[in-house]
Antibody
Framework: EVQLLESGGGLVQPGGSLRLSCAAS????????MSWVRQAPGKGLEWVST????????YYADSVKGRFTISRDTSKNTLYLQMNSLRAEDTAVYYC????????WGQGTLVTVSS | DVVMTQSPLSLPVTLGQPASISCRSS???????????LSWFQQRPGQSPRRLIY???NRDSGVPDRFSGSGSGTDFTLKISRVEAEDVGVYYC?????????FGGGTKVEIK
């Protein structure tokens, strides 16, 4: 059974940093691409970033390019999202999802950017 | 960027009646491999999104057969043949043919 468990969310001041983690199980993590998607309070879904399987090409939404970095540790079956220079508009629930087609989703972790 | 436009925004439905959601893309979603990467997601209140349909018309495992997807090119539809109470929530289409990946704005399905 595929399981994705996000962690690392919390309250951070504008300009601050946070690193999200997503622990994956139930599939061969190393060969699949993985994605992050976010949802601001009361709003729709917004794709954030994807990392390819294998060599791991990375892709970012324009809204986070240059501030967020997606990475993975295949020895730990864990996906990461390093978020720097955070802004109020980054406040959202962040979901990790399996592959580029978002076949499975985690339960999400809430990031609140506020002073 | 590919813009995904869903309609209607809100869809009140009577239990047992059919429902239909439209999704239009600003450009063709046919990839160079000939496949069309259009998916549908359901988000029930207070829950994470769940994929229902991938590549236009393929149902995910465990998805009831009352859900069906159709369409081609830039015009797609999600149909629920007979709405049940558990179908209440917001439905999103999404394209994964072109970068950046983009979602539709969502359609809220509620019971009349």
């Amino acid at each position: 059974e595929v399981q994705l468990l996000e962690s690392g969310g919390g309250l951070v001041q504008p300009g601050g940093s946070l690193r999200l983690s997503c622990a994956a199980s139930g599939f061969t993590f190393s060969i699949y691409s993985m994605s992050w998607v976010r949802q601001a309070p009361g709003k729709g879904l917004e794709w954030v970033s994807t990392i390819g399987g294998g060599a791991g090409n990375t892709y970012y939404a324009d809204s986070v390019k240059g501030r967020f970095t997606i990475s993975r540790d295949t020895s730990k079956n864990t996906l990461y999202l390093q978020m720097n220079s955070l802004r109020a508009e980054d406040t959202a629930v962040y979901y990790c999802a399996k592959d580029q087609q978002l076949a499975y989703w985690g339960q999400g972790t809430l990031v609140t950017v506020s002073s | 960027d590919v813009v995904m436009t869903q309609s209607p925004l809100s869809l009140p439905v009577t239990l047992g009646q059919p429902a239909s959601i439209s999704c239009r893309s600003s450009q063709s979603l046919v990839y160079s491999d000939g496949k069309t990467y259009l998916s549908w997601f359901q988000q029930r209140p207070g829950q994470s999104p769940r994929r229902l349909i991938y590549k236009v018309s393929n149902r995910d495992s465990g998805v009831p057969d009352r859900f069906s997807g159709s369409g081609s090119g830039t015009d797609f539809t999600l149909k629920i043949s007979r709405v049940e109470a558990e179908d209440v929530g917001v439905y999103y289409c999404m394209q994964t043919t072109h970068w950046p990946l983009t979602f539709g704005g969502g359609t809220k399905v509620e019971i009349k």
